[in-house]
Protein backbone atom coordinates (compact mmCIF):
# COMPACT_ATOMS: atom_id res chain seq x y z
CA UNK A 1 0.00 0.00 0.00
CA UNK A 2 3.25 2.21 1.03
CA UNK A 3 4.53 1.69 -3.42
CA UNK A 4 0.66 2.64 -4.33
CA UNK A 5 1.01 5.83 -2.12
CA UNK A 6 4.21 6.58 -3.09
CA UNK A 7 3.59 6.05 -6.65
CA UNK A 8 0.49 8.29 -6.82
CA UNK A 9 2.95 10.74 -4.84
CA UNK A 10 5.39 10.58 -7.81
CA UNK A 11 2.78 11.07 -10.49
CA UNK A 12 0.82 13.99 -9.19
CA UNK A 13 4.64 15.59 -8.27
CA UNK A 14 6.12 14.85 -12.14
CA UNK A 15 2.65 16.24 -13.48
CA UNK A 16 2.72 19.43 -11.18
CA UNK A 17 4.59 21.64 -13.93
CA UNK A 18 1.95 21.28 -16.23
CA UNK A 19 -0.98 22.33 -14.28
CA UNK A 20 0.24 25.95 -14.29
CA UNK A 21 -2.91 28.28 -13.46
CA UNK A 22 -1.97 31.18 -15.49
CA UNK A 23 -1.31 30.85 -19.32
CA UNK A 24 2.14 32.13 -20.34
CA UNK A 25 2.09 35.99 -21.73
CA UNK A 26 4.49 37.40 -23.22
CA UNK A 27 5.13 41.20 -23.60
CA UNK A 28 5.21 42.96 -26.68
CA UNK A 29 7.48 45.71 -27.90
CA UNK A 30 5.98 48.40 -28.80
CA UNK A 31 7.39 51.06 -31.28
CA UNK A 32 5.80 54.52 -31.04
CA UNK A 33 6.82 57.64 -33.30
CA UNK A 34 5.47 61.40 -31.81
CA UNK A 35 7.01 64.43 -33.95
CA UNK A 36 7.01 67.34 -31.65
CA UNK A 37 5.77 70.58 -32.89
CA UNK A 38 5.01 73.85 -30.11
CA UNK A 39 0.98 73.38 -31.10
CA UNK A 40 0.61 69.37 -31.03
CA UNK A 41 2.58 66.09 -31.33
CA UNK A 42 2.24 64.75 -34.91
CA UNK A 43 0.42 68.20 -35.33
CA UNK A 44 1.04 67.28 -39.24
CA UNK A 45 -0.69 64.49 -39.51
CA UNK A 46 -3.05 63.17 -36.45
CA UNK A 47 -2.24 65.80 -33.68
CA UNK A 48 -1.94 64.31 -30.00
CA UNK A 49 -2.76 60.75 -31.06
CA UNK A 50 -4.23 58.47 -28.16
CA UNK A 51 -1.45 55.32 -27.29
CA UNK A 52 -2.83 52.37 -26.16
CA UNK A 53 -0.62 49.87 -25.11
CA UNK A 54 -1.21 46.76 -22.60
CA UNK A 55 0.86 46.46 -19.23
CA UNK A 56 4.35 44.78 -19.10
CA UNK A 57 4.90 45.71 -22.41
CA UNK A 58 8.23 47.11 -23.47
CA UNK A 59 7.70 50.70 -25.23
CA UNK A 60 10.15 52.60 -27.60
CA UNK A 61 9.01 56.01 -28.17
CA UNK A 62 11.20 57.31 -31.02
CA UNK A 63 10.92 61.52 -30.26
CA UNK A 64 11.98 64.12 -32.83
CA UNK A 65 11.39 67.66 -32.93
CA UNK A 66 9.23 69.07 -35.86
CA UNK A 67 10.02 73.01 -35.10
CA UNK A 68 13.59 72.94 -33.52
CA UNK A 69 11.82 73.71 -30.24
CA UNK A 70 12.99 71.96 -27.30
CA UNK A 71 10.69 69.45 -26.04
CA UNK A 72 10.34 67.17 -23.40
CA UNK A 73 8.03 63.75 -23.40
CA UNK A 74 6.15 62.29 -20.00
CA UNK A 75 3.51 60.11 -19.07
CA UNK A 76 1.73 61.47 -16.03
CA UNK A 77 1.84 58.56 -13.94
CA UNK A 78 0.68 59.92 -10.52
CA UNK A 79 -1.62 62.01 -12.12
CA UNK A 80 -0.84 65.00 -10.97
CA UNK A 81 -0.83 67.42 -14.07
CA UNK A 82 1.63 68.64 -16.47
CA UNK A 83 4.30 69.05 -14.41
CA UNK A 84 6.82 66.29 -14.38
CA UNK A 85 8.26 64.08 -11.71
CA UNK A 86 11.54 62.99 -12.90
CA UNK A 87 13.11 61.16 -11.68
CA UNK A 88 10.30 59.54 -10.04
CA UNK A 89 6.98 58.44 -10.68
CA UNK A 90 6.66 59.69 -13.81
CA UNK A 91 8.08 58.23 -17.39
CA UNK A 92 9.84 61.07 -19.05
CA UNK A 93 12.25 61.45 -21.78
CA UNK A 94 15.39 63.53 -21.76
CA UNK A 95 14.81 67.30 -23.20
CA UNK A 96 15.13 67.47 -27.02
CA UNK A 97 15.41 69.79 -29.62
CA UNK A 98 16.41 67.05 -32.24
CA UNK A 99 15.40 63.78 -31.77
CA UNK A 100 15.77 61.31 -28.47
CA UNK A 101 14.53 57.56 -28.20
CA UNK A 102 12.80 56.66 -24.77
CA UNK A 103 12.42 52.81 -24.10
CA UNK A 104 10.37 51.64 -20.95
CA UNK A 105 8.37 49.43 -19.53
CA UNK A 106 4.71 50.00 -19.17
CA UNK A 107 4.33 48.45 -15.51
CA UNK A 108 2.32 50.75 -14.16
CA UNK A 109 -1.32 49.98 -13.17
CA UNK A 110 -3.70 49.81 -15.78
CA UNK A 111 -5.67 52.98 -16.65
CA UNK A 112 -5.78 55.99 -18.82
CA UNK A 113 -3.03 58.36 -18.12
CA UNK A 114 -2.18 61.72 -19.66
CA UNK A 115 1.37 62.20 -21.53
CA UNK A 116 2.59 65.93 -21.78
CA UNK A 117 5.63 67.79 -23.43
CA UNK A 118 6.69 69.68 -20.16
CA UNK A 119 7.93 72.97 -21.83
CA UNK A 120 4.75 73.16 -24.07
CA UNK A 121 1.71 70.77 -21.65
CA UNK A 122 -1.06 73.09 -22.90
CA UNK A 123 -1.39 72.39 -26.34
CA UNK A 124 1.25 68.89 -26.42
CA UNK A 125 -0.97 66.31 -24.60
CA UNK A 126 -3.03 63.14 -25.07
CA UNK A 127 -4.23 59.92 -23.68
CA UNK A 128 -1.71 57.20 -22.78
CA UNK A 129 -4.15 53.20 -21.99
CA UNK A 130 -2.48 51.07 -20.32
CA UNK A 131 -4.63 48.00 -20.96
CA UNK A 132 -4.31 45.16 -18.05
CA UNK A 133 -2.61 41.98 -18.91
CA UNK A 134 -5.44 39.02 -20.36
CA UNK A 135 -5.04 35.75 -22.12
CA UNK A 136 -8.44 35.17 -24.00
CA UNK A 137 -10.26 37.92 -22.92
CA UNK A 138 -9.50 36.72 -19.33
CA UNK A 139 -7.73 39.26 -16.76
CA UNK A 140 -5.25 37.57 -14.93
CA UNK A 141 -5.15 37.12 -11.77
CA UNK A 142 -3.02 39.36 -9.41
CA UNK A 143 -3.68 38.52 -5.41
CA UNK A 144 -1.85 35.83 -4.28
CA UNK A 145 -4.70 33.54 -2.80
CA UNK A 146 -5.69 33.19 -6.30
CA UNK A 147 -2.87 32.29 -7.80
CA UNK A 148 -1.92 29.73 -5.11
CA UNK A 149 -5.54 27.96 -4.32
CA UNK A 150 -5.33 25.20 -7.34
CA UNK A 151 -1.76 24.56 -5.76
CA UNK A 152 -3.29 23.93 -2.15
CA UNK A 153 -5.82 22.34 -3.17
CA UNK A 154 -3.78 19.90 -4.90
CA UNK A 155 -1.80 19.32 -1.82
CA UNK A 156 -5.03 19.01 0.59
CA UNK A 157 -6.15 16.11 -1.66
CA UNK A 158 -2.82 14.74 -1.97
CA UNK A 159 -2.13 14.52 1.61
CA UNK A 160 -5.40 13.38 2.79
CA UNK A 161 -5.07 10.76 -0.26
CA UNK A 162 -1.20 9.84 2.22
CA UNK A 163 -3.15 10.12 5.31
CA UNK A 164 -5.51 7.59 4.16
CA UNK A 165 -3.57 5.18 2.60
CA UNK A 166 -1.09 4.92 5.55
CA UNK A 167 -4.82 4.34 7.63
CA UNK A 168 -5.55 1.72 5.68
CA UNK A 169 -1.85 -0.11 5.68
CA UNK A 170 -1.91 0.34 9.48
CA UNK A 171 -5.24 -1.47 9.78
CA UNK A 172 -4.28 -4.01 7.56
CA UNK A 173 -0.74 -4.88 9.72
CA UNK A 174 -2.73 -4.82 12.73
CA UNK A 175 -5.17 -7.38 11.46
CA UNK A 176 -2.44 -10.25 10.44
CA UNK A 177 -1.46 -9.53 13.88
CA UNK A 178 -4.34 -10.72 15.45
Known sequence: MIFISALLLAIVILGLPTLSPLPRVAAVNRSITLEGFTSAWNATSKPNPAITV????????????????????FVDVDKNGPTPDCPGADICSS?????????FTANFAPGTYTYYCSIHPATMLGQFVVNPSSVGGTTLPTNR??????????????????????????????????
Open 54 to 73: TQGDSVSLQLSSGDSALHRW
Open 95 to 103: TFSTSTVLT
Open 145 to 178: PTLVAPYLGLASALAILVAVATYIYRAGSKEKKN
